[in-house]
């Protein structure tokens, strides 16, 4: 199983980025996927999720209103829209899968493949 990420980039507050994560070795309408991310110095923080069999999906309190996750089954692809960028923003973001949830969706312990993570930088 293999979860790449990309589009991270280095961007000015206020700005956008549009978020990749491409998977092979499963079928992404069959599992749940996540962003997650990780600030310098900080733990990782669940901020998105979705389980494409259904479209379900979950925000983390600190950014609602501000990204959104969507797939593309027939890509086997998952996005993440980050919009209104802010210095706060500023970290690794990684895509992760698991075939269930046994816990809340945004919980990054439950989540069972992970890529290497794309970086945003805020400024």
């Known amino acids: 199983v293999q979860l790449v990420e990309s589009g991270g980039d280095s961007v000015q507050v206020g700005g956008s980025l549009r978020l990749s994560c491409t998977v092979s070795?499963?079928?992404?309408?069959?599992?749940?996927m996540a962003w997650i991310r990780q600030p310098p110095g900080k733990a990782r923080e669940g901020i998105a999720s979705?389980?494409?069999?259904?479209?379900?999906?979950y925000y983390a309190d600190s950014v609602k209103g501000l990204v959104a996750i969507w797939h593309d089954n027939t890509k086997n692809t998952v996005y993440l829209q980050i919009n209104y960028l802010r210095p706060e923003d500023t970290a690794m973001y990684y895509c992760?899968?698991?075939?269930?949830?046994?816990?809340?969706?945004?919980?990054?312990?439950?989540?069972?493949?992970w890529g290497q993570g794309t970086q945003v930088t805020v400024s």
């Open positions: 992760a899968s698991v075939l269930k949830w046994f816990g809340p969706p945004l919980d990054e312990r439950g989540y069972q493949y």
């Open positions: 070795g499963i079928t992404i309408s069959e599992y749940a």
């Open positions: 979705t389980y494409t069999g259904t479209d379900r999906t």
